[in-house]
Structures are given as structure tokens and as C-alpha cells.
């Protein structure tokens, strides 16, 4: 009998619980530690965020699920990791906080460990940025359901005749997610519309992409109209189209009341009055501590020092141009400890894939790799198997999923409606450039392309029933693709 | 940076007409459903 214990239950978590519990024996247990008792469809909070869903309509209860899927839960979180167990006994566990006791602890014994515990939201690196502070964020359900009240504050002000300025991006120099922000700030820009109230709204974009269309992945390149043209025109006519102002290569250095201010890569210090924001945090790994049978602590054995979990990529460092397709990590494992995992956002990038630049006064403005949806479930399935096989004798990880072997499609909603809506869908091969096989633009361009249209919103609805249908475990969900 | 919006391309009527076009659209729907299709097979290993 094997006990597999999976710390996190977003995408990427609660994808390898459910196919561990699909291939695994009755005599296997798999358990589920999360502070969080419901699933959140992430992308479909921008919805919620400019009051078109419910947050019901983006979330559901875990605990049914996993009962009806015979997957044990844990309602707490992750504080420290014992990969060696104690001196008392040598089974590896992991200490949770359990939310219903805090302060207390447990303990939950493993003998593979997936962490995918996804990030934590560093609201903090930025004075003033945040649903604490004076700015919205869509990151969680309730951060959505808050930024849709406030735009309908906006919306009632701009009905009486005021006019409001909307700043939306990033509150960092170092954030990544950039695409769910350009999907926020374009499903505003049409609700506005939709409502009557466009003329009366001033809408500017506050980026890290050192170009438009950057989205933390070095940007794109599409061939059309006989021309390969970069995302940066792809967003920029997007944006022009919809009188959507935008000031790139910036760190958000502070957000005060109705006003963020920010330095750029040129030295410029500028300011953005603004009656609603909607700014997206920089991450960090959730801050899991990592101690040997003697108490000792090894954080810095299985951790990076921005808190995401090492795994098999080389993180050597060097200069951004010599970084490889090939140093991304392949099956996930920690070098430190065989039977240990991250998936998802969990594990630490080898480098960042946009090229990072600084401010005069020093500040990082240096988009991180997105790691979205299709990877961390891809991520997540691709080690389940792999522990699948270690449990029934493999000597090693079986199964890869290398973001520099694998695509990526995105659907970005350019506005919610069946017959007026539209969406930017994309794909990208490989999600890593990879200079090496593909020399002049690092990705193949057959495979990376980009179209906005109707279609594309209803690919949006359609994916946002299906991964919910997916997540629930209903019948036939492992037939849908991640 | 500045916004230089007069610099850059913007769609014609054409463009934003197929845009919302459901027959085109229809169109557009199944063959990007193929397209997505395609690179979620060849990502799985």
C-alpha cells in the first residue's frame, strides 16, 4: 500500500489527484491537503470580475467530489515538509495547519509527495497594491466579486455623468499573468460599452512587457495577411482599436489612493490617476519550510529562495542569453529527494523566457514565465504517472512534460457575448523558445498562430463548461484533453 | 513609453465585419477547434 499525499488542489494539484486515484489500486490511498475546500476555475474570474458570472458560477465545493472519488481531505495548509520523517520514526510527512484549528498542527504521513500548492500573492512587494490596499485584483473568486462592485460604482458615477479613469495591468515589475490582466482590461473596456458608458472612461494598460504582447513568454510571432508579425502589433492594434492607452516596461513602484505611480526601464517616473485599478500581484512559492530527521532545515536544499520547489531543471546562473529550451525541467522531481514532486506553479523556472531589464534605480522589470492552465494540468497528469509506475516498480520518473516540448492554447476574451463577443485564440509551439530547433523565431510557426473573432468567445464558454465538468470528476472526465 | 497609436495597424471594416460573421465564424470555430486539437496531441508524451 502506497500513500500519496498531493499539497494543493488548483489545476494542476487536483488533476494529478484524480488521475492518481483513477490508476491507482483501492489499496493506495491518495489525500488532498488544501486550504481551500472549493475548486476555482481561475480563468473564468474575469467574468466574475466585471459582474457577468456569479462566483457559483466559477467554483464548486471539493469535499462531494472527493468523496464520491475516494480521495481523502485534508482542510488545511502546508507548513513544513519531513522528507526524512523524525528522529522517532523515518516515514517522510508533511505538518499541515489545519484550518479549522489554527496554531495547531498534524501530521500526514506520504510516500510520494506532490507539491503543487500553487502561488502565494505577494500583494506586499508593492506599497499600497491590493484589495487591502487601493487596487482590485481577479485573482481569487472574492477578489473578482469586490473589483465588479467597485466597476459598477464606476459605471453608476459615469451614468450621472462623471467621467472615470480605469488603470489595468500589473503592480509589479516582476509579475507574471500578464494575459489574464489584457483579458480583464478588454472585458472592461467592452462591458463599457455594452452599458452605454465608453465616452465617459479614460482605460490605460500598466505593463512589465517590455512590448505589448510580451505576456511573460518573450512575446509570439504570426504569419498573416504574407507577413510573420510579432504579438506586440497583434496587441497594440487590439488596444488602438479600443482607445486603450498603455505605458510598457514599467515597475509599479507604489498605488495610493486613486493614483499608481511607477518607474520605467528609460528612468521615467510617472504616475497614473485612476478612479479604478485593477493590478495583478507578483508570486512567490507559499513559503513551505523543509526540515531532516534531526530538526535541521534544508528549505534551501528543496527550495529556491523565491520559495518555488527545485526540480529537474538546471538552474545554474547564467547570462540570459545562454539559457536553453533544454534546461526547463522534464519529469519534475526534486534533485534532493526521489519520492518528492512539484507541479504547476509550484516548481521554481529554470530563467525567466522574457529578457529582463532594470530601472536606473535598479528595480527588476522582468515579466515571470506564465504557467498557465494547459501545462499545470498537463504538468500535474504527467507526474501521477510517473509515481503511478514508481509505486509498481519503475526506477525512476516514466513520464515528461517539459513546456519546452509542449504547446499552449489560449483563448483571451476580448468581450462576453454570443453574437457581438469576441476572443483572441492562440497557440504557441513550443510554450519555451527554442532557439536550437527553431533558430529564426524560436517557436514553429505552423503551430503558433493568432485570431481574434466570435468563434474564439464561444471556444472560451465552451472551454469554461468543459474543464468545470472535467474538475468535477462527471462521467467520461478523463476523456477531455487538458 | 508613450501610447504611438498613430503608428500602428488597425482593421479595416472587412476585418471586423468577419469578425462577428457567424458563418464565418462557424467556420473559424472548427477549424481553430482542429488547430487546438492538433497541439494537444502532439504536447502529450
Redesign the interface.
Known amino acids: 500500500m502506497s500513500r500519496v499525499v498531493v499539497l494543493g488542489s488548483g489545476v494542476s494539484g487536483h488533476t494529478a489527484a484524480a488521475f492518481l486515484r483513477k490508476w491507482l489500486g483501492r489499496g493506495d490511498t491518495v489525500t488532498v491537503v488544501s486550504p481551500k475546500d472549493h475548486y476555482n476555475w481561475i480563468p473564468s474570474n474575469i467574468w466574475v470580475g466585471v459582474g457577468l458570472m456569479r462566483p457559483d458560477q466559477v467554483t464548486f465545493p471539493l469535499r462531494p467530489v472527493y468523496e464520491r472519488a475516494g480521495i481523502a481531505f485534508v482542510h488545511g495548509a502546508a507548513r513544513a515538509i519531513h522528507p526524512e520523517g523524525d528522529r522517532a520514526d523515518a516515514t517522510p510527512y508533511v505538518m499541515v495547519e489545519p484550518t479549522a484549528a489554527p496554531g495547531t498542527r498534524v501530521k500526514v504521513p506520504y510516500d510520494y509527495l506532490i507539491n503543487a500548492t500553487g502561488p502565494r500573492l505577494r500583494f506586499d512587494r508593492t506599497p499600497g497594491l491590493g484589495p487591502d490596499g487601493f487596487s482590485h485584483s481577479v485573482c481569487t473568486e472574492d477578489h473578482a466579486v469586490h473589483a465588479a462592485r467597485a466597476f459598477d460604482e464606476s459605471v453608476q458615477r459615469m451614468r450621472k455623468g462623471e467621467r472615470q479613469q480605469f488603470v489595468v495591468g500589473v503592480g509589479h515589475g516582476t509579475c507574471t499573468c500578464e494575459g489574464a490582466a489584457f483579458e480583464y482590461i478588454v472585458n472592461l473596456e467592452f462591458e463599457l460599452r455594452a452599458r452605454g458608458v465608453r465616452d465617459k472612461a479614460d482605460i490605460t494598460w500598466l505593463t512589465n512587457e517590455y512590448e505589448l504582447g510580451d505576456f511573460g513568454m518573450g512575446g509570439m510571432h504570426f504569419r498573416t495577411g504574407g507577413y510573420v508579425q510579432p504579438s506586440s502589433?497583434f496587441n497594440?492594434?487590439l488596444?488602438?482599436?479600443r482607445g486603450i492607452?498603455?505605458?510598457?516596461?514599467a515597475h509599479t513602484t507604489a498605488v495610493e489612493r486613486g493614483r499608481a505611480h511607477y518607474e520605467?526601464v528609460?528612468g521615467t517616473q510617472g504616475e497614473l490617476p485612476f478612479d479604478f485599478a485593477m493590478l495583478l500581484p507578483p508570486f512567490s512559492g507559499v513559503g513551505l519550510t523543509a526540515l531532516d530527521r534531526d530538526g535541521a532545515d534544508i528549505t534551501a536544499r528543496l527550495f529556491q529562495p523565491n520559495e518555488f520547489m527545485k526540480v529537474d531543471a538546471d538552474y545554474a546562473a547564467k547570462p540570459y542569453e545562454q539559457w536553453r529550451a533544454r534546461d526547463w525541467p522534464r519529469t519534475y522531481q526534486s534533485p534532493a529527494y526521489r519520492n518528492i514532486f512539484a507541479a504547476g506553479i509550484a516548481f521554481a523556472p529554470p530563467h525567466a523566457i522574457s529578457k529582463p531589464y532594470q530601472t536606473p534605480s535598479g528595480a527588476a522589470v522582468a515579466p515571470a514565465p506564465p504557467r498557465t492552465g494547459?501545462p499545470s494540468a498537463?504538468i500535474g497528469k504527467?507526474v501521477a504517472a510517473s509515481i503511478v509506475d514508481m509505486i509498481r516498480g519503475a526506477d525512476g520518473p516514466t513520464?515528461?512534460?517539459s513546456m519546452a516540448?509542449?504547446?499552449?492554447?489560449c483563448v483571451a476574451s476580448a468581450g462576453a457575448n454570443p453574437?457581438?463577443g469576441?476572443a483572441a485564440?492562440m497557440?504557441v509551439?513550443p510554450i519555451i523558445p527554442d532557439h536550437e530547433r527553431y533558430p529564426e523565431y524560436g517557436r514553429d510557426l505552423d503551430?503558433t498562430?493568432g485570431?481574434?473573432?466570435?468563434?474564439?468567445h464561444?471556444?472560451k464558454i465552451l472551454l469554461h463548461h468543459l474543464f468545470l465538468y472535467k474538475a468535477r470528476l462527471r462521467p467520461g472526465w478523463s476523456l477531455i484533453?487538458? | 513609453?508613450p501610447?504611438?497609436?498613430p503608428h500602428?495597424?488597425?482593421?479595416t471594416r472587412w476585418t471586423l465585419f468577419?469578425?462577428?460573421f457567424?458563418p464565418?465564424?462557424?467556420w473559424?470555430?472548427a477549424m481553430?477547434?482542429l488547430?487546438?486539437?492538433?497541439?494537444?496531441r502532439?504536447?502529450?508524451?
Do not use: Y
Open positions: 502589433a497594440a492594434s488596444f488602438a482599436e492607452r498603455w505605458v510598457t516596461r520605467t528609460d494547459m498537463m504527467a513520464h515528461t512534460a516540448e509542449m504547446g499552449a492554447a453574437f457581438t469576441t485564440s497557440t509551439f503551430r498562430f485570431e481574434i473573432g466570435l468563434a474564439g464561444w471556444i484533453p487538458e | 513609453m501610447t504611438p497609436t500602428v495597424a488597425t482593421p468577419l469578425r462577428t457567424i464565418w465564424q462557424l473559424r470555430f481553430i477547434n488547430r487546438m486539437l492538433g497541439i494537444i502532439s504536447s502529450h508524451h
